[in-house]
């Protein structure tokens, strides 16, 4: 099963969200993978070439070695908020309690050139947190990320990095990267061996949102990751928090820009405490909830005509494809499914399609 | 008619309600002073003692001599923004030029033990909102409100003083106060020779804020009087702005609580106007409106039991006893103007009252 949904995930041009409709339409990740060829032949393409059994087996035992283990989206264990994305990663490539994850989780990132003033704000909030049972998400970096770490490392803390699991960045933090594989949560979502790179940190910072109930600002400009992470937070309709600073102090106007944007603007963790609280647990959904029963329907070479014509190269809703072509929505999703794994088609975010070229 | 008018709200008991409902029943001053006695008697009570016309000349003449003049709530020239308070102050005795009060106005207000950085960015900011047109109100104060007049000198700005006209306060201030009587505009609700004390600054506070479309506070501890200004503003309808700080400074604590209670934070003069410019000028109430004619209705002995039944200790809404008695609004408000000239009715804030003792 899981070499079977491991090649699924590492098959170029298969991501979370198609991943997910091959599982829903097939049922089990075996079934799916045979049929890849066959839905892209229907979509008028080429099939992709499916990733090698072999290079799939080195990657198993690689995470084996390095003492990591994964977490497949449709797992039980999946991080209960993390499984609510869209686009949840497919397979985490984790070390340490993942028992965590399913705590009350606050993420706190902040900028990696960091005031000391600000570093030791965000480790005694950090601290005071993990008090109340908190468990504190960060990304790893500089700055403030590593302040949160070491303020929640006693309580809990949950460290996602850009990289594969066994590379260490930045290099200064290869200690606490250790110790948080070893008494917290260390998750890569990129197989081992990836060095981190810039188109990375968006994905690592859906994760880092993701996870959590809410995501507090420390510091940050005005274009950083932190605001991005801000920002996807915000998107899966979490809550956004930001202490704020001076409007003289240049490293405060990420900040004040988001409680501008609605933002709350928080001082203390009892600030923060206030936000996570009144979420209601049950209105998360449970892991897995997505591969519910879609009757695994085929579609006719009428139906992809129909969905064909209301395609184009500006992304449009799937809701709207589903509205306007008049057909079942299973018929829909399986014409853009065969579409996709013929290369002919992009997903964007919010449930958005395009056609390629 | 300015002795009439002058003589009724110096009378003890008069406050600035019960004079526009006696201007409201009688039409002018004068018929309203010979009539307080008659009602007084009628609420039950012994009539107050109506100011003497000796002192009331005298102040006229302190106010001439200070080059100050009077401006009364049912004046065309009276600033249109203050006349909205149901308890806008009847005399306001002003030196300099009343059009700035009929202008954009912002209030800005802050601590008066302000940091120098704050103090200057105050300055900065009144310099700007004075180049794009609008004219800057405070309360000629220590630190901030002083920075706030300083840097709205030359484009106008408008001081509202605790004491009477001819009084300085604070004593380093008297050259900035005599300066913007020559230059801005200096307001006192109290009569020349009062000296400031701790009960008039919420009258001024309640000024200040009412000039304004907006009040911006600058550095203020949790518990100051430039968070009542805030509150007032907030209570009136006007735009609540706050500049922010750090956590870490206890002097940015007050603004960055009138934030998590919806301020808006601001940063910068464009930020500031954004907030006044969507007011729609035309949603302002003309000056003198609340002396639109209502019928003279004299109550019966029946409507006064009825009243008096609905009245307690707890301060209860007009509009409540005006529902629940089923008289004329106008028969109820004779009613309690009788009462509370009779010395046994007390007015609250939101359109209250409560019978006394």
Redesign the interface.
């Known amino acids: 099963m899981a070499l079977a949904r491991l090649r699924l995930i590492r098959t170029p041009g298969i991501g979370p969200v198609t991943y997910r409709q091959l599982l829903s339409r097939f049922g089990d990740p075996e079934r799916a993978l045979e049929a890849v060829p066959m839905l892209a032949r229907r979509g008028g393409g080429t099939a992709p070439a499916i990733a090698d059994i072999g290079a799939v087996r080195r990657e198993q035992e690689q995470v084996a070695r390095y003492g990591a283990s994964y977490l497949f989206v449709d797992d039980a264990g999946y991080p209960p908020l993390l499984a609510e994305l869209d686009n949840a990663p497919v397979a985490l490539i984790v070390r340490g309690d993942v028992g965590l994850a399913r705590r009350t989780v606050a993420a706190m990132v902040g900028a990696r050139n960091a005031s000391a003033?600000a570093c030791r704000?965000a480790r005694t909030l950090a601290l005071s947190l993990g008090d109340e049972g908190v468990v504190v998400a960060s990304g790893l970096a500089r700055g403030v990320d590593t302040a949160a770490h070491v303020g929640a490392m006693a309580s809990g803390t949950i460290a996602v990095i850009a990289g594969g699991i066994d590379v260490v960045f930045p290099p200064e933090n290869a200690e606490l990267q250790e110790r948080i594989a070893r008494e917290g949560l260390l998750i890569a979502e990129q197989p081992p061996g990836i060095e981190p790179r810039a188109r990375h940190f968006p994905f690592r910072n859906r994760i880092i949102a993701g996870l959590a109930l809410g995501t507090v600002v420390v510091e940050a400009a005005p274009k950083s990751g932190s605001l991005i992470t801000a920002r996807l937070a915000a998107e899966l309709g979490r809550e956004v928090m930001a202490?704020?600073?001076?409007?003289?102090?240049p490293r405060?106007?990420g900040c004040?820009l988001l409680?501008?944007e609605g933002a709350?603007?928080v001082?203390?963790a009892a600030?923060i405490l206030e936000q996570l609280r009144p979420i209601d647990p049950s209105a998360v959904r449970a892991p897995g909830a997505s591969f519910d029963p879609a009757p695994p329907i085929d579609a006719s070479d009428q139906d992809r005509r129909a969905v064909l014509a209301l395609l184009g190269p500006v992304p449009v809703a799937v809701d709207e494809l589903i509205r306007q072509s008049s057909l079942a929505p299973a018929a829909v999703q399986t014409v853009l499914l065969e579409l996709e794994l013929a290369g002919r088609l992009e997903r964007h975010a919010g449930g958005r399609a395009s056609l390629i070229g």
Chains 1, 2 share one sequence.
């Open positions: 003033a704000f202490v704020p600073g001076s409007p003289l102090d405060a106007q004040n409680i501008r709350t603007l001082q203390s600030d």
